[in-house]
């Protein structure tokens, strides 16, 4: 990943997105980058949020980390009412496809990219 194809994420939208609705996050630990998230609210609709990619530093994979940010990004978004969040992995990309089962995604549609998404806890109250 390079500075330039960062910035060209950091902009990229899908068709009929407003700029406003694009969030790029960044978590750091002791001022350290270790994960980004590309997330769009309202996309395709507007009770749904669409995950475009979530990175993490290598250094800190497979001990949780990413599986509580996920998690934790699920549960706010259920307090905000969203029915659903979905998100893509290129097919045959099996660390990503064992990654996002395990929080809690299903595969919805399979081709070049698998579309995948979690519906979120309807039952939960204020």
Request: proline share 2%; hydrophobic share 45%; charged share 25%.
């Amino acid at each position: 990943m390079t500075r330039k194809s960062i910035e060209s994420d950091m902009v990229a939208l899908p068709d009929n997105v407003d700029f406003k609705d694009k969030y790029y996050v960044g978590y750091f630990k002791n001022e350290k980058l270790i994960a980004v998230l590309d997330l769009i609210d309202g996309y395709p609709k507007k009770d749904i949020v669409f995950i475009g990619f979530f990175m993490m530093d290598i250094s800190i994979q497979k001990n949780g980390v990413g599986s509580a940010i996920v998690n934790e990004l699920i549960d706010y978004l259920t307090t905000l009412k969203y029915k659903e969040v979905r998100l893509g992995w290129i097919n045959g990309n099996l660390q990503a496809e064992h990654f996002w089962i395990k929080n809690g995604f299903c595969p919805i549609k399979e081709g070049r990219v698998v579309l995948a998404n979690r519906l979120l806890n309807k039952f939960l109250t204020d």
